[in-house]
């Protein structure tokens, strides 16, 4: 998985709540494999309105993405984050996640950036203006502004270290062999 640092990159605002992974990625379109890309299909039924902001092409090439509250939410489809991932967003910057889209996304190198409502709503006002995501500081910025954010503890180390939850095992490596060694001796019949 690639590290996750810092990102600058056009923000595109979402202003909805509740977007949920149904919307991300209809499910008529999951019968696709990952190798040929969801992208395409990212809010694939929301772009279908004309002012929507993906249409716009003063969000093309975003990265990063603002919304309202609960976004992910639904069900536990993982595709809901290719799709976001597909489609080049690194970065998804909201006041609350579905918890299972939140996993996934960190699980596919998506950062879920956990914001207060009044700051997500300052930086909607702002985009498309290139934001900075510093992950290991824990900001947003643009322009004059900076806001803090937050993301589980556990999911910040495997993004800014590029792992995957085995690599977050393997950093244990020394711990783990010990302890077979220990056990070897104290319980060779299991061996």
């Not at 976001?84 to 970065?91: E, P, Q, T, V, Y």
């Not at 997500?120 to 900076?146: H, Q, R, S, W, Y």
Request: with cysteine; charged share 20%.
């Amino acid at each position: 998985m690639e590290k996750f640092e810092t990102l600058t990159a056009p923000a595109c605002p979402l202003p909805f709540s509740g977007i949920d992974t149904d919307q991300l990625i209809p499910a008529r379109f999951m019968n696709r494999t990952r190798a040929e890309g969801y992208g395409p299909y990212l809010l694939h039924d929301l772009r279908q309105l004309p002012d929507f902001p993906l249409n716009d092409p003063r969000y093309a090439g975003a990265r990063i993405m603002i919304a309202r509250r609960n976004f992910g939410g639904g069900s536990s489809r993982e595709a809901a984050v290719y799709a976001l991932a597909d489609f080049g967003i690194r970065c998804v910057v909201a006041p609350s996640f579905g918890d299972i889209f939140a996993s996934n996304a960190v699980g596919n190198g998506l950062l879920p950036a956990v914001a207060a409502e009044a700051d997500v709503e300052a930086m909607l006002a702002m985009a498309p203006v290139p934001f900075t995501v510093d992950l290991a500081a824990g900001t947003i910025a643009a322009g004059n502004c900076v806001w803090g954010f937050t993301v589980n503890a556990v999911w910040r180390e495997k993004l800014l270290q590029g792992w995957d939850d085995i690599d977050l095992t393997r950093r244990h490596q020394g711990i783990i062999e010990a302890f077979v060694a220990k056990d070897r001796q104290q319980r060779p019949w299991v061996w």
